[in-house]
C-alpha cells in the first residue's frame, strides 16, 4: 500500500513542493480545457497526448480516418504557442522532404540549407506506416536524439518537441509496417476509438455554431513553451518509490516468459516481450500521469492505467495469437493480474 512506501526526501533530487505542484497542475488543467473546447469526447486521447508531452516522448495514434487525430494534434500545439507541422505520408516521400536538405542558390553561387517541417515542436506524420523503410529510418535520429544531419551539420530541434504519428489499421495496400525498432521509440501507442452517440450529435452541434468546421478559427494560447519545459523538469523529479519501480520491472520481465506465469494457455502467444524501454516508458509515462492527476509521487494506479498504451506496440505476438485472434490487451491484462501489486 503506498502507505508503506517511502519518504519522498529519501530519493534523490529536490521533492516537488505544493506551489510548483499547484502551478503545473493549473497549467495543465488550461490546456486540457483548450484541448476541450475544440475536440469533442477522446478523454484517453488527451490524457494520452498530456502523458507524452509531459514526459518527453512520442505517441503513435492508431485508428480508422475522420476521428479528429490531426485536430487533436494541432489543438495541443495552439494551446501552447507552439509550432506545428504536418507530413503527409506516402510511398514517394523522401527522408529530406522531413529532415531538410541542401539547395544551391545561384546568385550567391553557395549551398543553403533549408530545414524540412521536422524541425517544429509538434510534428504530426500523418499514415506514418505509407511511407517508405529508408523514410521511417530517417526519423530515428530525430525521435532518439532531438537532432538532425545535413550535409554533415547537426541540426538541434525545437524544444519542446513531440512526434505524433498515425496509422490506419484497415487499409494495408501500399502500407509499409513500422519495424519494432521503430515502434518501441513511441512512448505510447493509443487507440482512438469512435465517438458516443452524444459525442457525435456534438460534433455536429460546434460546426453549426461555427465552433468547429473549415471557417473555424484558432483558439488562443494558453500557456507557452517556456511553461511547458518548466513542467517537464518538475515531472523529472516525481517521487517513485522503489516498490513502484520493482514492479515495473517484474511486468516487463513477466512479458518475456509468460508461459510458466500465464499457463499453456496465454504462454505460447507471446514471441517477444518487451525490451528495457518499456521500463523506462513506465517510469517516464507514470510521472507525467502522476502529475496530470495532481500528485508529486507515482502510485501502482497511474503503471495500471498506463499498461495498454505502453505495451501493446511492445509485446510480439505469435502467429497462433494472430490465428486465434488475441490481442495483445488480452496478454497485457493477464500479465497485470498475474503479478502482485505493491
Known amino acids: 500500500m503506498i502507505e508503506a512506501f517511502e519518504s519522498p526526501a529519501t530519493q534523490s533530487g529536490a521533492p516537488l513542493t505544493a506551489v510548483e505542484l499547484e502551478h503545473a497542475t493549473e497549467a495543465i488543467s488550461r490546456v486540457s480545457e483548450a484541448f476541450s473546447s475544440r475536440v469533442v469526447g477522446q478523454h484517453r486521447v488527451r490524457t494520452a497526448l498530456l502523458v507524452t508531452l509531459l514526459a518527453e516522448g512520442h505517441v503513435l495514434l492508431e485508428s480508422v480516418p475522420g476521428l479528429a487525430k490531426t485536430l487533436a494534434s494541432a489543438t495541443l500545439a495552439q494551446a501552447i504557442n507552439a509550432q506545428f507541422a504536418r507530413i503527409q505520408c506516402t510511398p514517394d516521400l523522401l527522408p529530406s522532404d522531413i529532415i531538410g536538405t541542401q539547395v544551391y542558390d545561384p546568385r550567391r553561387h553557395e549551398f543553403e540549407t533549408q530545414l524540412g517541417p521536422v524541425h517544429a515542436n509538434f510534428v504530426l506524420l500523418d499514415e506514418i506506416n505509407r511511407s517508405s523503410a529508408k523514410t521511417q529510418s530517417a526519423l530515428l535520429e530525430a525521435m532518439q536524439e532531438r537532432q538532425t544531419s545535413i550535409a554533415g551539420t547537426i541540426h538541434k530541434l525545437p524544444e519542446p518537441f513531440m512526434v505524433l504519428a498515425t496509422q490506419n489499421p484497415i487499409e494495408e495496400e501500399g502500407t509499409y509496417i513500422l519495424p519494432h525498432a521503430q515502434m518501441d521509440r513511441f512512448l505510447l501507442k493509443e487507440i482512438v476509438d469512435y465517438p458516443s452517440e ?26 507557452s513553451t517556456a511553461e511547458i519545459a518548466r513542467i517537464q523538469g518538475l515531472v523529472r523529479r516525481v517521487y517513485v518509490d522503489p516498490a513502484i519501480k520493482r514492479y515495473v520491472v517484474s511486468l516487463i520481465r513477466a512479458t518475456r516468459n509468460v ?48 499498461r495498454h498504451s505502453v505495451l501493446r506496440h511492445r509485446i510480439h505476438l505469435s502467429f497462433e495469437a494472430l490465428a486465434d485472434r488475441i490481442q495483445p490487451e488480452t496478454i497485457i491484462d493477464a500479465v497485470f493480474r498475474a503479478v502482485p501489486t505493491p
Do not use: C, K, W
Open 198 to 223: 452524444d459525442d457525435e450529435l456534438m460534433v455536429l452541434e460546434r460546426i453549426d455554431d461555427g465552433t468547429l468546421g473549415q471557417h473555424m478559427t484558432d483558439i488562443e494560447p494558453v500557456v
Open 259 to 306: 508461459g510458466p506465469l500465464l499457463g499453456p494457455e496465454l504462454g505460447n502467444y507471446v514471441d517477444i516481450g518487451a525490451s528495457p524501454r518499456g521500463s523506462i516508458a513506465f517510469f517516464q509515462a507514470a510521472r507525467a500521469m502522476a502529475v496530470v492527476q495532481g500528485r508529486h509521487y507515482v502510485i501502482p494506479e497511474d503503471v495500471r492505467e498506463l
